[in-house]
């Protein structure tokens, strides 16, 4: 079964910015998202990108967050500029049914 794991979280002041990453242990061919989790919150999706690079984006990062592929090297990446404090939380990448560990984003205020 393939693996993801997540790099780049930490905490960043508001208005900045991170680039988080995603690796895969083989080649993936379904789309790839990234998904965020709050502290008594339910797991939301932030953004999703198809191999072919067709993407959605949530409706509160639209403008901010960028998700990209790279197919070669089967790692796609969400970069997150304007951070928010209500940004804060686990941020989660998933292909199909795989999740990876979690990465941690915090937005201080």
């Known amino acids: 079964q393939v693996q993801l794991v997540e790099s780049g979280g930490g905490l960043v002041q508001a208005g900045g910015s991170l680039r988080l990453s995603c690796a895969a242990s083989?080649?993936?061919?379904?789309?790839m998202g990234w998904y965020r989790q709050a502290p008594g919150k339910q797991r939301e999706l932030v953004a999703l990108?198809?191999?072919?690079?067709?993407?959605n984006y949530a409706d509160s990062v639209k403008g901010r967050f960028t998700i990209s592929r790279d197919n070669a090297r089967n790692t796609v990446y969400l970069q997150m500029n304007s951070l928010k404090a209500e940004d804060t939380a686990v941020y989660y990448c998933?292909?199909?049914?795989?999740w990876g560990q979690g990465t941690q984003v915090t937005v201080s205020s």
């Open positions: 990108i198809a191999r072919g690079g067709n993407t």
């Open positions: 083989r080649i993936i061919f379904s789309p």
């Open positions: 998933n292909s199909s049914s795989v």
